[in-house]
């Protein structure tokens, strides 16, 4: 079959990003995938080849893996509904005629553009000490609540929700911006037309506003499980990494086995792992979003 010249234009403009994505994206897999297959330190040359028993032991006996899968869960949990039902709650403010919303949408995103790292320092002198010193235990023990001072990142108890809570108010910017952008491209006939059969404003929000909406809640959760899930610069910002691993995350049980125990083929499993499980949850999410559609 003789191609075209149309065809053969439409294959050249598509080229360049196919060969950065296979460059960038495909190569590194499979280099990683190929590691995952060895038991290498990452120095020397020599790589003894263990198939898949790496990704044995991540499954069947890194209990400390599967714990801190459980911490990143709880994390994106809390994102997933505090993070994301602020973000949607301002954004429904600020897509109705309220004074100085342009200044609101400004301010909600600052969160997002700021470093991590920043933002980890200045939380933790926020929430951080027991004596006291900082803005939380101040307001405590001035309100009456002395007892409920404490370190809040040094408690086991709380160590890992006071990170989700923290992760939440930076990342809430981005759920912020998209929500808007959905709410702005619903017609406004649609709630005219709305307001002329009767319904009020929580049965527009039901009838109209939600189900245009679906695929931009669906956006959102993904994103907001693909990032919260690979979190971990804001964990090492609070509390310095792993805390007996009550914050240990994928990623920083990732870099422990590359600087700890110098397993860099282990390293490449978890990685491994690590992404499939993430594709497992964005895909059953899709589904799930398709399911709500009909």
Not at 83 to 91: G, I, P, R, V
Not at 182 to 207: C, H, M, S, W
Request: hydrophobic share 55%; aromatic share 12%.
């Amino acid at each position: 079959m003789r191609l075209n010249k149309s065809v053969i234009e439409n294959y050249v403009f598509v080229l360049p990003a196919v060969v950065i994505f296979t460059i960038f994206y495909i190569l590194p897999f499979i280099n990683v995938f190929l590691i995952g297959l060895t038991d290498w330190d990452g120095i020397m040359p020599t790589k003894m080849f263990v198939g898949l028993g790496n990704f044995k032991e991540i499954i069947l006996q890194d209990t400390n893996w599967w714990q801190s899968m459980l911490n990143a869960g709880w994390i994106t949990l809390i994102a997933l509904t505090l993070q994301n039902a602020l973000a949607f709650l301002l954004a429904l403010a600020c897509d109705r005629e309220i004074r100085m919303k342009n200044f609101y949408r400004v301010v909600f995103f600052i969160p997002p553009v700021l470093s991590e790292i920043v933002v980890g320092m200045v939380w933790r002198f926020i929430i951080n000490d027991i004596d006291g010193a900082n803005i939380i235990n101040r307001t405590l023990i001035q309100i009456g609540l002395p007892q409920l001072a404490h370190n809040w990142l040094s408690d086991p108890k709380t160590a890992l929700t006071t990170v989700a809570i923290v992760h939440s108010w930076k990342g809430f910017g981005w759920g912020f911006l998209i929500f808007l952008a959905g709410l702005q491209t619903i017609p406004r006939e649609l709630y005219e037309a709305a307001r002329v059969d009767g319904a009020n404003a929580i049965a527009q929000f039901k009838n109209v506003t939600i189900p245009l909406m679906i695929p931009v809640i669906v956006l959102v959760a993904i994103l907001t499980v693909l990032g919260t899930m690979q979190a971990f610069v804001l964990i090492i910002s609070l509390v310095g990494g792993e805390l007996a691993g009550h914050t240990s995350v994928p990623v920083l049980r990732i870099l422990a086995a590359m600087r700890g125990s110098s397993r860099f083929g282990y390293a490449c499993a978890q990685g491994i792992t690590f992404g499939v499980v993430l594709v497992i949850i964005s895909f059953i999410q899709y589904r799930f979003s398709k399911k709500a559609r009909v």
